[in-house]
């Protein structure tokens, strides 16, 4: 059992100590463990209970829950609570915008057990009338509700990709032509279902392999000789998988690969369905179009693309030299500054800017003006280490930290900190952090107010979504992407798979009026870099060059920018 599954487990049981009115200094007790606990690097399945007694803010009673969890899976109070809690309330507890106490109350006050039932009273007008609800909180309620079941079976890229690649790897072992399309192969960043196609000449024989399959469900109905359609997992996943000849099998990749614009567009499907080809560059080269990427194909901008750029000039992980926008122990990061540093290193990486939250974001233990001169101190520090661990006889290359912050943008569009506090990072990303309740008007206005701010290096999480879980605030992209040129602020693909913001959809306006984007893992801990996988996928998707990536610039280059913008 890994420290994620055991944290969230004393979370749950958190939530539900709330929801059934347990002793409060019992509640803090536990929270503060968790939130402890989450950002702890020693695997909790390997110490002792003395060493888990002896963790920040764990003592002997966590502890025990710990150990029981680690012999039995669960904790006997877990399952106490679990037994008393209808399986509807679970639901409720994941609506954004209300906490345990407030769905107990809707729980008793109401006797509603599920969201369905809740809905309805939202539309009914009952739930506004609980006191300390109000048609506000009633309004986010609804809101929330209808968000989430109207994702209901989809996923983000970074679970479709691996429930993909667990269907790809079960009938690999069976059969010689498989392979993922769909939304998992064109890099969408949400996945409505996952799609492989199987070229064989034995359609049955597949249909009797995935039926065989314990976490897959047909539903016969919508299955057909030559479809296998059904669910992954407990009915939520849809899945579909095409079985062809193996003849048909490039073309059947083809199709189910590109989005329906883009195969309608210069005679592609018509062409499909004349001939058979034996690679997906045979179907372009018919056509004498020049091959695209299946992350392109969705009858945007791609055709008009490839007449003005080679596919070796999008941008690639191997393009990128730095990795900027992280976190460390500082703010809420999970490994210490010296740990990001030294991993980042290791990666291969010529620079690491550090970005730690700034003061107003006190949940995050946001930085103080003197905890900014500390870790101003230990960066000088390393990079000194790191200057003398570079050897100019050798081919080893240098690295450096840059001292950044991730600056909240307040709600009168100002950054964080004083003018004489922020000249002393080296570069700054603004970002919106609080208050995400906004109209276009009041978004824009505190996202210009940033943008102007002489600061300003980059705009962080344009939008501030997190996908299937919470709708960004509105803004006009074209006016944002235009503030940016004007004030020579480079804009953030966050490349955090419950981001992956600014939206792909973008990048082409973006390149159009000269702006850089950065690829920005916003790590919070070591593993975390690698999230920047996702983010060159929606930016190779979106037809980010090269070298019109920010974090593409070199150490020598990217210190150049930035004291030009100093």
Known sequence: MSNEEIVALLELTVKLLELHDENEFKIKNLSFAARALDKETADLMTLSIEQLAGLQSVGKSVAGKIDEIRRTGTTQELTELLSKTPEGILEMLQIKGIGPKKVRAIWQELGITDNRELLLACENGEVAKLKGFGDKIQATIKESILYAQSNTGKLRMEKGEELAQILFDLLEKQFEQVEIVGDVRRKNEIVHAIQLVVGHNKPWEVQQFLNAFPDLQQDEKASSPFAWRGNFLEKEIPVEIQICSPQQFVNQVFIYSSGEKHLASNGIYKQLSKQIFESEEAVYASLNIPYIIPEMREGNFEFEWSKNHQIEELVTWDSLKGILHNHSTYSDGKHTLEMMANYCRELGFEYLGIADHSKTASYAKGLSEERIWQQHAEIEKLNQKYALMTDRRSVGRPFRILKGIESDI????????????????????????????????????????????????????????????????PIDYQKVIDACAANGVVIEINASPYRLDLDWRWIQYALEKNVMLSINPDAHEMEGYFDMHYGVAVARKGGLLANMTFNALGLGDMEAYLERKR
């Open 410 to 473: 307040l709600g009168d569009g100002s950054l964080d900190y004083a003018d004489d506090i922020l000249k002393s990072f080296d570069y700054i990303v603004a970002s919106i952090h609080q208050n995400l309740k906004m109209n276009q008007e009041k978004a824009m206005s505190r996202i210009i107010g940033a943008i102007e701010n002489p600061y300003t290096t980059i705009l962080g999480h344009p939008t501030g979504r997190l996908l299937l879980a919470r709708e960004g605030y």
